[in-house]
C-alpha cells in the first residue's frame, strides 16, 4: 500500500533546495548554466542516473518476489522520489533549449513523469497489503475490477514511452558527447 503523500513531499524539498543551488550558480555566473559545462553538465549526468535507477530498481524488486530486500511500497516510494527528482534535474541541465533529439527527449521525460502521476492515483486506488499483494473485498467488485484493467492498460502505454525515453536519450548522450565535449 502506498499511504499519505511522504515521496511527494520529500521530492518536493529536494527541488526547492536544487532550485535554490541553481539561482545561486546563475546569480555567481551570470548566465543560464549552459548544458556542456560544470553545473549544467553535471546536473544532467546525475538526473540521468536517478531516471536509469527509476527504470530499474522497482521492476527488479517486483520480479525478484523470492528474495524479500524490503517492502515494495518503500521500492515504489523511492521510484516515486528518483522519477521526479531526476527528470527535474535534466530539466535544468537543458538551458531552456529544446533543440533536435533532446528537444524531443525531453518531451517523453515530461510525458513520463504525468504518466507516472496518473498510474499513481489510479494504483492507490487498489486496495493492497504492506507488500504489494492486492487485497479483496474493501471496494465493490466491479469498481475494483474497473480499477485493475485501468491499471493493466496504464503499464501498456507508460512502459513503452519509458522505452522510447532510454532510446533517445542514450542517442542524445551519444551525440552529444561526440560532439560537444570530445571534439572541442
Ligand atoms: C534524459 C536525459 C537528458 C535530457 C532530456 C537532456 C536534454 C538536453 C537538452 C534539451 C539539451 C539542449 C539542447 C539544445 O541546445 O537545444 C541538452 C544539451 C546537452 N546535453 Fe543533455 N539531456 C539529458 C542527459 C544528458 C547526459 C546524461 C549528458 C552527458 C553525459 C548530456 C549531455 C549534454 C550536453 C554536452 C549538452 C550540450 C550540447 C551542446 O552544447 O551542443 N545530456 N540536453
Ligand atoms: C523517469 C521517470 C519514470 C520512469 C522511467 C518510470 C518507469 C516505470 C516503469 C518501467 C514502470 C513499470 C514497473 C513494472 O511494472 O515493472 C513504472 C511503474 C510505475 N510508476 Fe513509474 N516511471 C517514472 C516516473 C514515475 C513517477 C513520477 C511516478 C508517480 C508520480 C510513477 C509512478 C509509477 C507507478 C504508480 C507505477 C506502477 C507500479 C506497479 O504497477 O507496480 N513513475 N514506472
Redesign the pocket.
Known amino acids: 500500500m502506498l499511504r499519505g503523500n511522504k515521496e511527494l513531499w520529500v521530492a518536493f524539498i529536494v527541488m526547492v533546495m536544487i532550485t535554490t543551488l541553481y539561482g545561486v550558480v546563475l546569480f555567481f555566473t551570470r548566465e543560464i548554466p ?3 559545462e560544470l553545473f549544467g ?1 553535471g546536473i ?2 546525475v ?2 542516473v536517478f ?1 536509469l535507477l527509476t527504470e530499474t530498481l522497482y521492476s527488479l524488486r517486483k520480479r525478484t518476489r523470492s528474495v524479500k530486500w524490503g517492502r515494495m511500497s518503500t521500492w515504489l516510494q523511492l521510484h516515486i522520489f528518483t522519477g521526479l527528482v531526476g527528470p527535474y534535474m ?1 530539466l535544468l ?3 531552456w ?4 533529439i ?2 524531443a ?2 518531451l517523453l ?1 515530461i510525458i513520463i513523469v504525468v504518466s507516472g502521476f496518473i498510474g499513481r492515483y489510479i494504483f492507490t486506488r487498489i486496495p493492497r497489503t504492506l507488500d504489494g499483494l492486492e487485497i479483496e473485498g474493501t471496494l465493490s467488485q466491479e469498481a475494483l475490477k474497473q480499477a485493475r484493467r485501468l491499471m493493466a492498460l496504464w503499464h501498456t502505454v507508460h512502459i513503452p514511452i519509458g522505452m522510447a ?1 532510454f532510446i533517445s ?1 542514450f542517442v ?2 551519444g551525440a ?2 561526440y ?3 570530445f571534439l572541442k
Open positions: 549552459p548544458a556542456s553538465h544532467g549526468i538526473g540521468f531516471m535534466v541541465h537543458t538551458s533549449k529544446f533543440n533536435g533532446a528537444g527527449t525531453t521525460t525515453l536519450a542524445h548522450v552529444a558527447l560532439y560537444a565535449t
